[in-house]
């Protein structure tokens, strides 16, 4: 979709328009979301970001998606400068002065961390907001160096874009999420974030998320997702965990999966970009658990994303299961 597309959907008569979810735990799906709920949201951001009229805000995210169209709604509600380039991994290659806003995914800022300029670039970004994906610990460590503010966002379509916000930045940076001022947020009884935000979804939101809340009753920070546990032997494994635990000793792409299996109902798989499954086993012995041991090793040429960068996870438990049926016909 491009902006004159998008600008044209919003600014006709209908007071909904269709999004797309991400797809990261199956295919995309459509839903209709209320224009007023999305401009309730970009207000939120704006106010407690202090963005004020004529500043920059960066759009370097697809359309297609929510977090491109909230950037476009912040910018309407706001009066901000809107600054276009195309969607790309290195979204501030050949951008000499810095935007006050911008909205990037994970693998956008570690691009632009390798190279001086793009760093050079980012450092000087006044509000920086990371989503779409997990900020790993490595990141975290050198964006804490960074001299403005630099956000990890919670959200999800559902929500339209974020609403909490992680500081990952100087003094403030903090491993809990701080939900907005006019958003609550509880757990079920599986452990599951509950959010209850009026202004932007008209029913309380229940959610994948297994979340820790803080004594305060307000903040939270994530545990890993309910369809991301891995239930082996009556042993319930969380995928992010185990996968946190090898990403520190390793420079392979990998990620990890699951299986039926007749007797322990899953097991554990490994996907690596690597030909040395031997190094990969080792590393796994060394750095996990018994429970945690994967069951089977498969070597693929890339790591399944969805369109927006996120782990594609049906794709992954699709590719174990053909490798499992495949190994039984030999």
Avoid at 66 to 77: D, H, L, Q, T, Y
Avoid at 170 to 187: D, Q
Wanted: charged share 20%; glycine share 6%; net charge negative.
């Amino acid at each position: 979709m491009t902006l004159n597309e998008f600008l044209s959907e919003w600014e006709s008569a209908s007071p909904t328009l269709v999004v797309h979810t991400s797809g990261s735990t199956g295919k995309p799906k459509p839903m209709t979301v209320e224009k007023r709920r999305m401009e309730a949201s970009a207000r939120i951001t704006c106010d407690f970001l202090g963005l004020q009229p004529g500043d920059t805000a960066l759009l370097c995210m697809p359309l297609d998606f929510i977090a491109g169209k909230m950037v476009v709604v912040r910018s309407i509600v706001r009066c901000l400068k809107l600054v276009c380039v195309k969607p790309s991994g290195h979204p501030l290659q050949g951008i000499t002065e810095a935007p006050v806003f911008a909205a990037m995914v994970p693998m956008q800022v570690y691009n632009s961390m390798q190279v001086p300029e793009e760093l050079r670039v980012l450092r000087q970004i006044r509000h920086l907001i990371i989503g779409g994906g997990a900020v790993s610990d490595d990141m975290a460590k050198l964006l804490r160096e960074f001299p403005n503010a630099v956000w990890s966002t919670y959200g999800m379509t559902e929500t339209l874009s974020h609403i909490a916000l992680r500081r990952l930045s100087g003094p403030e940076a903090s491993s809990w999420y701080t939900p907005f001022a006019s958003v609550c947020v509880s757990t079920n009884a599986d452990g599951c974030l509950v959010i209850d935000a009026p202004e932007v979804c008209a029913q309380p939101l229940v959610t994948n998320d297994i979340v820790e809340i803080d004594s305060d009753g307000r903040r939270f920070r994530i545990r890993g997702r309910r369809d991301n546990v891995i239930c082996s032997g009556g042993i319930k494994l969380q995928i992010e965990e185990m996968e946190e635990k090898l990403r520190q000793h390793t420079d392979v792409e990998f990620a990890i999966t699951k299986r039926p299996h007749p007797k322990f109902g899953e097991t554990v798989v490994l996907l690596a970009v690597t030909d040395d499954m031997e190094a990969m086993r080792t590393l796994c012995q060394e750095c996990l658990s018994r429970y945690e041991q994967p069951h089977a090793y498969i070597s693929v040429p890339a790591i399944p994303l969805t369109a927006t960068g996120k782990p594609a996870r049906a794709e992954m438990m699709r590719i174990a299961a053909e490798a499992a049926a495949e190994s039984q016909q030999h």
